[in-house]
T-cell receptor, first 113, second 107 residues
């Protein structure tokens, strides 16, 4: 257990539905990252927060994706109008600035039918 | 061409052998991570290094900054080492990942 939790662990949804995932980082960590991993590939960067500010978004993050970290603690990632191509593992990681090490959550596996 | 390349993609070994996984990168980095991912998805950090060599138990990681290359070595491999090993580099505050090396160690 790395101290980073993600919920739900698994989500099955029908195409066109909206889904929301939650990540609870290690409490004193000021940076929070979201990644997406498809089968057989390494994770890909989606976005990251420093405290409550979203500092960078990948071009992978279409306008159907939105992420928030309202109080600089937990974060949510919402996907609107899901598509089959959104099926993937969504990973969250937290990082204390000044330490070059990220701690990963267990991931949320999304299946879009 | 990917910014982080790993080789081999798949590796099968018998218990007890010495294993090497290689990682080459083409971008500037501040540090390099070796990560382990088991079936089910959980990722665990094995090493973070920016120069030289680190050792933890049967695992050794080396990096050559000038050649933009890192290696992960497993001595006396064991079936419980079976996992996907991922190299990731820190570039402008985010990680760029390789595609991973799937290792299977048989008794």
């Amino acid at each position: 257990d790395t101290g980073v939790s993600q919920n739900p662990r698994h989500k099955i949804t029908k195409r066109g539905q909206n889904v929301t995932f939650r990540c609870d980082p290690i409490s004193e960590h000021n940076r929070l990252y979201w990644y997406r991993q498809t089968l057989g590939q390494g994770p890909e960067f989606l976005t990251y927060f420093q405290n409550e500010a979203q500092l960078e978004k990948s071009r992978l993050l279409s306008d159907r994706f939105s992420a928030e970290r309202p109080k600089g603690s937990f974060s949510t990632l919402e996907i609107q109008r899901t598509e089959q191509g959104d099926s993937a593992m969504y990973l969250c990681a937290s990082w204390l600035a000044g330490y070059n090490e990220q701690f990963f959550g267990p991931g949320t596996r999304l299946t879009v039918l | 061409k990917n910014e982080v390349e790993q080789s081999p993609q798949n590796l099968t070994a018998q218990e007890g052998v010495f294993i090497t996984i290689n990682c080459s990168y083409s971008v500037g980095i501040s540090a390099l991570h070796w990560l382990q991912q088991h079936p089910g998805g959980g990722i665990v950090s094995l090493f973070m290094l920016s120069s030289g060599k680190k050792k933890h138990g049967r695992l050794i990681a080396t990096i050559n900054i000038q050649e933009k290359h890192s290696s992960l070595h497993i001595t006396a491999s064991h079936p419980r080492d079976s996992a996907v090993y991922i190299c990731a580099v820190y570039n402008t505050d985010k990680l760029i990942f390789g595609t991973g090396t799937r290792l299977q160690v048989f008794p």
